[in-house]
């Protein structure tokens, strides 16, 4: 991916583009969904807490804590990394599907994965100054499984276990190798192989946080 510096959320979009691309996922399999950040109404005032009855920080130069400060930004990039760490563990996902069922529930799952950490990236460029968008450049530029899992027994989705499963897996006469679901996909409730991958996936490291990675 290409060192680019971000002024604009519309720089960090042609971005989130270009990762799309890279890490090989058919957009094609979105159809026609419009990626956005979705704002609703909001009370203005502070509801609970040390600063209940205030008016709502709208600027990061309004938050009186530097505390705080660094504890939004830090939880921010944390959800929008969990987001785009599934979708490049599951991409694979789309060639192995063993039904159009199971490939719609997968696409779902991504694409609501993608429209998370795009929000999150929106709040980031636009609130949160060069900081956040230097986390919102990061957060494209990270790849899961870099070092391997440490500890393959405790690491419930090692990128690639479930995508290397051979096409009688499907059938019941083979396994997949994941403990999500020791039961043969045959005798599974119907989209289980997606919601499956998704439970593993969020819960992996992206190659910088937990037991899976470094």
Not at 141 to 156: D, I, L, Q, V
Not at 185 to 190: A, D, F, G, Q
Not at 200 to 209: L, V
Request: some cysteine.
């Amino acid at each position: 991916m290409s060192l680019v510096k971000i002024a604009t959320f519309d720089d960090w979009v042609d971005l989130f583009r270009e990762w799309q691309r890279e890490i090989g996922y058919d957009v094609k399999l979105l159809g026609d969904y419009r990626f956005e950040a979705k704002l609703g109404e909001t009370i203005p005032e502070v509801e609970f807490g040390d600063y209940s009855g205030q008016r709502k920080w709208e600027r990061l130069t309004d938050i009186p804590d530097q505390r705080i400060q660094d504890a939004l930004l830090h939880l921010i990039t944390y959800q929008g990394d969990t987001e785009f760490a599934s979708v490049e563990q599951q991409r694979h996902l789309t060639e192995t599907a063993p039904s159009d069922y199971d490939l719609q529930s997968l696409v779902r799952i991504n694409r609501e994965e993608m429209r998370h950490g795009f929000q999150m990236c929106y709040l980031l460029v636009n609130h949160f100054g060069s900081a956040g968008r230097t986390e919102a450049r990061k957060l494209l530029e990270r790849r899961p499984g870099r070092t391997g899992c440490s500890a393959p027994s405790t690491c419930p989705s090692s990128t690639g276990s479930i995508s290397s499963a051979t096409p009688s897996s499907w059938t019941g006469t083979g396994s997949i190798s994941s403990p999500c679901s020791p039961i043969p996909p045959s005798r599974r409730s119907r989209g289980a192989w997606a919601r499956c991958s998704r439970r593993s996936s969020t819960t992996s490291s992206r190659g910088t946080r937990g037991s899976c990675g470094s």
